[in-house]
């Protein structure tokens, strides 16, 4: 299954007559399996481009195709968004069977799946409590085995970790590459964070400042699975730095106006 995002455009209009163009000419591919990061500054149309490909969101022209499908009953994409999104009248179990729900699977199914990903995120021990009874980062290992146990062909992820302190943040992006090593689902990952960038994906597509285009897309040919302290390595810092590079430009020219 691949995603081609082709000429994706999206100019935003109030009642008004007021035009705000976010993105233009969006051309991008989320290859099978792939954990593909895009970054850019704030507001150059991140959550835009993620809102378009999870169909919460219509262009105002070009497309998102979803090649190869084989199986049309399981849900094209789920999204685990900044906020902590959870329902929270339901238990950690509960929220994390809503999307095996839906779908009308059996209970003792439902069950299994959901023991399944309590078990991958490190919840054991916590299913029957509610969302304001957890810390932060407990409530996205939810929103991410909740996103899982839908079972989508594209996980989405809009800055999840954003919210986090520094020190939850960097186990919570370990975590998310050791959860990403046992699916293998393909991730289209968004973030501003240029390390976070680096550390998770296969790829980076660096998004310009708004309207967002694609920049340059750059290949991150480290290891997997990706440990700790790879952010200590030559090259990690490389990748980052020519990142910067990209994003930098974009900043200085924005100072500049
Ligand atoms: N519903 C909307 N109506 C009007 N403008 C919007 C809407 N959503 C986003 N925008 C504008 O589009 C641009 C991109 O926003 P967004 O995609 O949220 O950026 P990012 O996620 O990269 O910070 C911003 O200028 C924002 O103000
Ligand atoms: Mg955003």
């Known amino acids: 299954m691949r995603v081609v995002i082709e000429h994706v455009c999206k100019t935003f ?8 163009e976010a993105l233009r000419d969006i051309n991008l591919t989320n290859e099978e399996n792939e954990f593909l990061v895009v970054v850019g500054p ?5 959550s835009t481009l993620l809102n378009i490909v999870a169909g919460l969101l219509p262009a105002t022209s070009g497309k998102v195709i979803f090649e190869g499908i084989p199986d049309l009953s399981k849900p ?6 900044q906020e902590f999104a959870l329902f929270p009248w339901r238990t950690v179990e509960k929220n994390i069977m809503y999307g095996p729900e839906e779908r009308g699977l059996p209970k003792n199914e439902r069950e299994d799946i959901a023991r399944h990903f309590i ?8 299913e029957k409590r509610y969302p304001h009874q957890l810390s932060g980062g407990m409530k996205q290992r939810v929103s991410i085995a909740r996103a899982l146990a839908n079972d989508p062909w594209l996980l989405l992820m809009d800055e999840p970790f954003s919210a986090l302190d520094a020190q939850t943040r960097t186990i919570m992006q370990g975590e998310l590459s050791q959860i990403y090593e046992k699916t293998h689902k393909s991730v289209l990952y968004i973030t501003h964070n240029i390390q976070e960038a680096v550390f998770l994906g296969d790829r980076v597509a660096v998004l310009s400042r708004r309207p967002g285009r694609v920049e340059s897309v750059i290949s991150i040919d ?3 699975p990706r440990e700790e ?18 994003i930098r430009d974009q900043a200085k020219s924005a100072l500049s106006e």
């Open 13 to 20: 209009e109030d009642g008004s007559g007021g035009k705000t």
């Open 42 to 46: 704030s507001g150059c149309g991140k």
């Open 76 to 81: 094209f994409t789920s999204v685990v968004f």
């Open 119 to 126: 078990d991958m995120v490190g919840l054991k021990g916590f």
């Open 222 to 224: 480290l290891p997997r």
């Open 229 to 246: 302290n790879i952010v200590l390595a030559p090259e990690f810092l490389s990748y980052a730095e020519e990142i910067w590079g990209h």
